[in-house]
Antibody, heavy 123, light 106 residues
Framework: EVQLVESGGGLVKSGGSLRLSCAAS????????LNWVRQAPGKGLEWVSS????????YYADSLKGRFTISRENARNSLYLQISSLRAEDTAVYYC????????????????WGQGTLVTVSS | SYELTQPPSVSVSPGQTASITCSGD??????ACWYQKKPGQSPVVVIY???KRPSGIPERFSGSNSGNTATLTISGTQAMDEADYYC?????????FGGGTKLTVL
């Protein structure tokens, strides 16, 4: 069974930093592109970042570039998101999501999601 | 940047057909997918690559995409279908979500 389990969320002061983790199991981790998607309270889904299986291709939402860093450790079956200079508007549930296998650019979708980890930024 | 626009809300009576639209410039030239999101749960893909339904998703869910609009159709809507629905497409190498549509079954 595919499992994605996020951790690392919590209450953080504005201006602080946080590293989120996503532990994967039940599939060949190093074969999949992974993403972070967030949802602020009462708001919609917002894509954050993507990292290819070998970390060769990394992309960020234009509005978030500079403060977010995605990375992965295939040996540990783990995905990470480092967030710096946290702001109130970063308050959200952060999900890791797996891109379905075998899709080509533009056709891909997220076939598995974690349960999310809540980040709350206080002033 | 590329944008996808959805109606904030759609209402449907049980057993009737619900249609949720997603609009974007030349969206029909791209592939659209749809996610169902219920409160406290993770999103679940219900339609991918415009029209395909993942295993385990009921046949009452269907999709289309043409021109500037992708549409998610739920036939014979059930109370359990009440949720937020998000369309998603790719703009080059970045992912774009629509703003979401709250489907109310009443």
């Amino acid at each position: 069974e595919v499992q994605l389990v996020e951790s690392g969320g919590g209450l953080v002061k504005s201006g602080g930093s946080l590293r989120l983790s996503c532990a994967a199991s039940g599939f060949t981790f190093n074969s999949y592109t992974l993403n972070w998607v967030r949802q602020a309270p009462g708001k919609g889904l917002e894509w954050v970042s993507s990292i290819s299986s070998g970390s060769n291709y990394i992309y960020y939402a234009d509005s978030l570039k500079g403060r977010f860093t995605i990375s992965r450790e295939n040996a540990r079956n783990s995905l990470y998101l480092q967030i710096s200079s946290l702001r109130a508007e970063d308050t959200a549930v952060y999900y890791c999501a797996r891109v379905a296998a075998g899709c080509s650019r533009g056709t891909c979708y997220f076939d598995s999601w974690g349960q999310g980890t809540l980040v709350t930024v206080s002033s | 940047s590329y944008e996808l626009t959805q109606p904030p809300s759609v209402s449907v009576s049980p057993g009737q057909t619900a249609s949720i639209t997603c609009s974007g410039d030349k969206l029909g030239d791209k592939y659209a997918c749809w996610y169902q999101k219920k409160p406290g749960q993770s999103p679940v893909v219900v339609i991918y690559q415009n029209t395909k339904r993942p295993s385990g998703i009921p046949e009452r869910f269907s999709g289309s995409n043409s021109g500037n609009t992708a549409t998610l159709t739920i036939s014979g809507t059930q109370a359990m279908d009440e949720a937020d629905y998000y369309c998603q497409a790719w703009d080059s190498s970045t992912v774009v979500f629509g703003g979401g549509t709250k489907l109310t079954v009443l």
